[in-house]
């Protein structure tokens, strides 16, 4: 074990330790999102890796036999995982703690792999970052990303590192050799290459900004032509498209995650994302529409002001299936949420029907408070424009409603609004709340700008005793009008950033509310929310859909458009839970978008009975189908079977369209052993009485016809070999295009490589050109001194501590048999002395530069000259050897 050197020690724990770590930590992000079902935390892939590769590299540093090390390790890893194995876990968990412990022990293997690898071989980084980069690319691919932003997050980390790399190995390799070395210079020099790298990366995305956007619309718009042409024929699918290209080119993509925070421009799109049937009426003619809601925020980062989720709060009060991974017709059920919505009072069941067109269909959108989720077909006719629907059940509070009867004529909604608040003047106050709940719900940041907002709150609201009044005040605050009589607040899609020069780091918060008062729903969001917080009054923002009543011969049907993506406040009133309270001024342009064409969607034919259950015989010729049934829907009561008592049920499938997801396919390409739901529209099934609950299910169901006659059939994907070429193409664009990009991005990665290797040979060339043609003497000793080093150094001869006049006697001259020694003496009396050059002097260094090459150049073949020269380490090492010296 040899003497420890705290000083390498030390400096490569910080410049290549800690930087590998840190390089590490967007590919594990994204490798945690990809084993999220796994529920792999992030924080502790991060955390397993740093473990692993400082706990090498300390212990590698100091020559520990690695085999030895690394034997004990694995050994250490298969014990604890053999007591995993044995411990009495149930599958379900066994499957989870296994899977996680796997997924670690992997990441803290590599990382004690890296740390040894760092400590003993010299190019092992640049391998690294390479290997990192190709990861990337293959989780690109793997994951099907389609955002263009995660996609340069994911892999220019990886390109800098190569960067980064090469430098700090060279300059580490210099510094080592130094009795004496001035730190403060060595940290600069790479803070300072660290910011030129990361400056001319942020130069090129800004540059690149428009080009960005045009790649991320052609993938989205190539998922989008797939989806849409999926159930059209070909002369169809080329019109639809064209039709789609024509409106993708009208308006931005839509984003959701714009309306987090506060920006100097928010882009809208105009696409139609999805309408739905709320079945929610102020009285027999007047709908009362409510906020379409994705997910609560509660948690405010000031420094970039912007709203996130709280990584520490269990979201309970929110239920987010997945609604294509519920069977057809059958129903995901969470009450649970209900007993944290805190509604005990004027509550409904509200049902709405949800139509998906431009919204991903694994997104659950749905009025608060959800609690049920039910996937129905969608009519042929429509199939054109919706790919998914479903029902939601929603307890929706009685004095709730959404943004436009803020701004209505109609006597029924102003007295319905009246009451509304006549009732919540009456409600408990915040005294028996829990006292957890309300310093969760009213903490405000610290700060000069959080105080200025709640001196305001307490001027606007002075003289309100009741919470409904507050917020009333504040609400006719946003209203109001200015000197002019011009309204105070503008709602803009381009607030603008702060308009004071002398504050470089100026809040656009600050600027909204005490300046230029512009700006869209999450400028209103944000600041009432600190307005009603400083009061006490528990608040959060809820982002969604804002639902607007444009259509008047279909009440109770709504429309959502890219551009009704929205930010709102939801205030916690005691017994009545959380009511939506939004204080964004008119946003006539969301209001007032384009009239829904068309008719609503025709609801589907009223299933009588549902099947699922295991296919276990198929007979073409007859058109049958023998299924082991598990769960049954019979008239809207479900009826669930234990493994004790399945059902083997034979169906007519004559008149039946199956599925495989929502491809049509044959009878015959149904396979044994899947999963099917069986749908029957039969109208005499809806006659057969309900189940008594002293009967036998073998009882009861000889009420029904044998076979059933089934109208559609839905079985999962079929695998992608077994579609025609046509389809497979289709599927397979969207991730072509990721695909081509990921190539390109490759491909720049290998143009960056090879014109590092070019670099040396440029350098060479330009010395040489300089030795060549100096007429001043002067400036051509130079020039030679400069290229004689050069060369030396790609030879793999560097001059490193050695003096220049030692170097030339005892190394250079030797070796090759110049006259290097004679030259560096007339360089430095040229260069530190008074007195005037020889004539055999002036000539020796009009002469050195052929004669000196040439004897160099002998001594190496043509290949051995071409290889040293094209290695880029060894000239960043020759560029740092000129400035850092003893």
């Excluded at 603008?496 to 300046?515: C, Q, R, V, W």
Aim: contains cysteine.
């Amino acid at each position: 074990m040899r003497k420890i050197d705290y000083k390498e020690l030390t400096l490569g724990l910080l410049f290549l330790i800690l930087p590998t770590i840190l390089i590490m930590y967007p590919l594990l992000d994204f490798l945690s999102e990809y084993y999220s079902l796994l529920f792999v935390n992030k924080h502790v892939l991060i955390g397993v890796f740093s473990a692993g590769i400082i706990t090498a590299y300390l212990l590698h540093k100091t020559k520990i036999r690695f085999l030895i090390i690394f034997g004990l390790l694995l050994l250490i890893i298969n014990i604890l995982y053999s007591s995993i194995s044995a411990s009495s876990f149930n599958e379900f968990d066994a499957y989870y703690v296994a899977n996680r412990f796997k997924i670690n022990t992997s990441i803290f293997v590599f990382g004690w792999f890296s740390g040894f690898a760092i400590s003993r071989w010299r190019y092992y980084l640049i391998v690294f970052s390479i290997l990192l980069t190709t990861l990337s690319v293959i989780l690109i691919s793997d994951m099907e990303m389609s955002n263009v932003n995660e996609m340069i997050w994911l892999v220019a980390p990886t390109v800098l590192y190569l960067f980064y790399v090469l430098f700090v190995k060279e300059l580490l390799k210099t510094i080592q050799k130094q009795e004496k070395t001035n730190y403060v210079m060595v940290v600069g020099r790479i803070l300072l290459f660290s910011l030129i790298a990361l400056f001319l990366f942020w130069s090129t995305i800004q540059l690149l900004d428009s080009k960005i956007d045009h790649i991320q619309n052609e993938i989205t718009q190539g998922q989008s032509d797939e989806s849409d042409e999926e159930d059209s024929d070909g002369e169809n699918k080329d019109k639809d498209k064209d039709s789609k290209d024509d409106d993708s080119s009208s308006g931005a993509k839509f984003n959701l995650d714009d309306y987090l925070g506060l920006r100097d421009r928010l882009n809208v799109s105009e696409e139609l994302l999805f309408c739905a049937n709320i079945d929610n009426f102020i009285n027999p003619t007047t709908p009362n529409p409510q906020y379409i809601t994705l997910y609560h925020l509660n948690q405010y980062n000031p420094t970039l002001e912007q709203f996130e989720v709280d990584p520490d709060s269990i979201v309970r009060d929110l239920f987010l299936p997945n609604p294509t991974k519920i069977p057809q017709y059958f129903t995901q059920v969470n009450d649970s949420v209900l007993v944290y919505d805190k509604m005990e009072r004027a509550t409904k069941e509200v049902k709405s029907t949800i139509y998906i067109a431009g919204l991903s269909p694994e997104v659950f959108v749905a009025p608060s408070t959800a609690y049920a989720c039910q996937p129905i077909s969608i009519e042929e006719e429509f199939k054109k424009d919706y790919k998914f629907a479903y029902n939601v059940f929603s307890e929706v509070s009685e004095l709730n409603s959404a943004y436009f009867v803020y701004n209505t004529q109609d006597e029924s909604i102003i007295n319905y609004q009246e009451n509304r608040y006549r009732t919540l003047r009456r409600a408990k106050s915040y005294e028996g709340e829990n006292e957890r709940f309300m310093d969760y719900y009213t903490e405000v940041p610290e700060g000069e700008l959080y105080n200025k907002i709640g001196h305001l709150a307490d001027s606007l609201t002075k003289g309100d005793n009741t919470t409904i009044d507050k917020i009333l005040s504040i609400r006719n605050y946003f209203l109001s009008k200015d000197e002019k009589g011009d309204p105070l607040y503008v709602y803009t899609l381009t607030p603008g950033k702060p308009t004071d020069p002398n504050i470089p780091n100026a809040s656009m918060l600050d600027e909204f509310m005490f300046n230029t008062h512009r700006g869209y729903c999450t400028y209103f969001a944000t600041s009432s929310l600190f307005m009603l917080r400083s009061l006490g009054i528990p608040t959060r923002v809820a982002v969604g859909f804002m639902t607007v009543d444009r259509s008047h011969k279909t009440p109770g049907w709504y429309w959502f458009y890219g551009d009704q993506g929205h930010a709102w406040t939801q205030v916690y009133i005691p017994e009545y839970g959380w009511l939506d309270f939004d204080m964004t001024v008119s946003n006539t342009d969301a209001e007032q978008s384009p009239q829904p064409d068309g008719t609503p969607p025709t609801p589907p034919t009223k299933e009588t009975y549902v099947g699922k259950g295991v296919i276990t015989e198929v007979d073409t010729l007859s058109k049958t189908m023998q299924v082991r049934v598990d769960k049954m829907i019979i008239n809207d009561n479900g009826i669930a079977l234990d493994s004790t008592n399945l059902l083997d049920m034979s169906f007519d499938v004559n008149q039946a369209k199956v599925f495989a997801g929502e491809q049509p396919i044959a009878l015959k390409n149904v396979k044994l052993g899947d999963t099917a739901v069986m749908v029957s529209f039969d109208y005499k099934l809806g006659r057969i009485r309900k189940k008594y609950n002293s009967e036998t299910i073998e009882n009861y169901m000889k009420l029904f016809p044998d076979p059933i006659t089934i109208m559609e059939v839905h079985v999962p994907k079929i695998e992608e070999e077994k579609l025609d070429d046509a389809t497979k193409e289709e599927e397979d664009s969207a991730m072509k295009t990721i695909t081509d990009w990921s190539i390109y991005v490759l491909a720049a990665i290998l143009l960056i490589l090879l014109v590092l290797m070019l670099l040396p040979i440029c350098y060479y060339l330009w010395l040489s050109k300089k030795a060549k043609n100096h007429s001043s003497i002067t400036k051509l000793s130079e020039a030679n001194y400069k290229n004689a080093h050069f060369i030396l150094n790609q030879m793999g001869i560097p001059r490193d501590h050695q003096t220049p006049m030692v170097y030339a006697r005892d190394v250079v001259d030797p070796k090759f048999g110049t006259h290097f020694e004679a030259f560096v003496k007339t360089y430095q009396k040229l260069k530190y002395s008074e007195d005037q050059l020889t004539n055999a002097e002036v000539d020796l260094i009009k002469e050195f530069h052929s004669d000196f090459n040439q004897k160099v150049f002998s001594k190496y073949s043509k290949s051995q000259r071409f290889f040293n020269f094209i290695k880029p380490n060894k000239w960043i090492h020759y560029m740092l050897n000129l400035n850092l010296k003893k």
